[in-house]
Nanobody
């Protein structure tokens, strides 16, 4: 069964840090580019960060210098380390796997809330 399962979301104070994880199963993980997306209420889903099969990364301007995406192919897992969090980072974060010629795979999302 193809599945992406996010974890690590929660409540954090402004300025704090959080690390999200996305565990993949049912796919050949090292053949997939992976990405983290988020969708704030009333807004379209936006790309937060992505990492290619080879480890190249790309970030939204709003998170550059604060967020770091990484992957561990041995664990079939992609991570998103988030620091200097602000209330504007509050939303649901989704993991996505992409491979040419195959349908995208999405996780169910994990809620991140930044509040004092």
């Amino acid at each position: 069964q193809v599945q992406l399962v996010e974890s690590g979301g929660g409540l954090v104070q402004p300025g704090g840090s959080l690390t999200l994880s996305c565990a993949a199963s049912g796919i050949i993980f090292n053949m997939y580019g992976m990405g983290w997306y988020r969708r704030a209420p009333g807004k379209q889903r936006e790309l937060v960060a992505q990492i290619t099969r080879g480890g190249s990364t790309n970030y939204a301007d709003s998170v550059k210098g604060r967020f770091t995406i990484s992957r561990d192919n041995a664990k079939n897992t992609v991570y998103l380390q988030m620091s200097s969090l602000t209330p504007e980072d509050t939303t649901i974060y989704y993991c996505k796997g992409s491979r040419f010629g195959f349908s995208d795979v999405w996780g169910q999302g994990t809620q991140v809330t930044v509040s004092s």
